[in-house]
């Protein structure tokens, strides 16, 4: 049987390397998102905005996939607005496949299932790594809210389901608000241009702790594998690279990329936000020197995302040997993350 996967959110960094891998291995693939970016060759694209519910329908009422994947999400004012709006676009878009009958539909949340939404970040004490039995924490969690609209529409509709929980993602898309890969790429490049300090801008405690990161390759790996494996039905999933590291170790080997040094850590954060305030001329003429296409600072660099991420106060990292004992076993060289992404961005004139 061929099979026919719905990608919403194919613009971001999941839902394209998704897509690639997918058409690689013989599947056709139908991108949702509301506008329609540079997208890999061979995805249909449908624009659509996926909180409003009738125009869901109205949009895929043609559409007829096996598969669906969910890898989108829209950030809102509070972690309640989170959920109304991010719980209400999985039920739109699954509510639009009743009576189609699909195969699985997969939903991608994230480690603040184990952390915590941004309003109670690390507020309850947690214990590295992250394992995915770990019980729901006692907060509003618009990922909670997702899965329960997942399980809802499982039931009803009869299709099975995963659930895939990645850390920090690492990837080439343009204009995605979580790109720590296009993030750090423009911090080094300012960096370069200016003479300022190429310093790791986040906390001590991320500096020196176990981390690890989520290659958008390995997790489009990982999706799908559970669509096409009998054991892998109705579960959730941690995936990362497979391998931890230290921030102290890889911030010289970035630095190596660009040709900038790495500045010596003073041992406090110093936010991307503050730093690279006021960036933006500089960036304009980062992009006229080099032959860039015309993609703002904002476009590219996500500060806000970046400095969350590396300005934690606690150690964290996934387990994955609940994927590895049911045959996911796959790896990825989280230096090659950054290095690859990178060449990537250079390659389509996004970085210098």
Known sequence: MERHALIAGVSGIIGRHLAEHLIGNGWAVTGISRHKHDLPKGVKH????????????VALKRVKPTDVFITTWLRQATESENCRVNAGMVRNLLGAMDGKKIKHAALV???????????????????????????????????????????????????????HRPHTLIGYAVGNQMNMAATLGAYAAICKETGKPFVFPGSPQQYEACVDITDGRIISMQLLWAAKAKATRNQAFNIANGEVF???????????????????????????????????????????????????????????????????????????????????????????????????????????
């Not at 309850?124 to 790594?129: D, G, I, N, R």
């Not at 809802?152 to 299709?159: I, M, P, V």
């Not at 600072?297 to 106060?313: E, F, I, K, P, Y």
């Open 46 to 57: 449908i624009a659509v905005d996926l909180t409003d519910d009738e125009a869901t329908k």
């Open 109 to 163: 949340t994230g480690a603040k299932h184990y952390m915590g939404p941004f309003e109670a970040y690390a507020k309850t004490k947690m214990v590295t790594p992250f394992r995915e039995e770990m019980p729901r924490l006692p907060y509003q969690n618009f990922y909670y809210d997702q899965e329960d609209e997942l399980f809802a529409a499982a039931e009803k509709q009869g299709f099975s389901w995963s659930v």
């Open 246 to 352: 230290r921030w102290s170790w890889l911030w010289p080997k970035l630095a190596e990329y660009w040709g900038v040094p790495a500045a010596p850590y003073l041992g406090h954060a110093q936010p991307l936000e503050k730093q690279m305030a006021g960036m933006e001329a500089v960036w304009d003429k980062i992009v006229a020197k080099h032959g860039l296409k015309k993609n703002s600072l904002q476009t590219v660099a996500s500060w806000w995302h970046s400095d969350a991420d590396l300005g934690r106060v606690i150690e964290n990292f996934n387990d994955m040997t609940k994927s590895r004992d049911l045959g996911f076993t796959a790896y990825q060289n989280s230096v090659l993350s950054f290095t690859d992404a990178w060449d990537k961005f250079r390659a389509a004139k996004i970085l210098p």
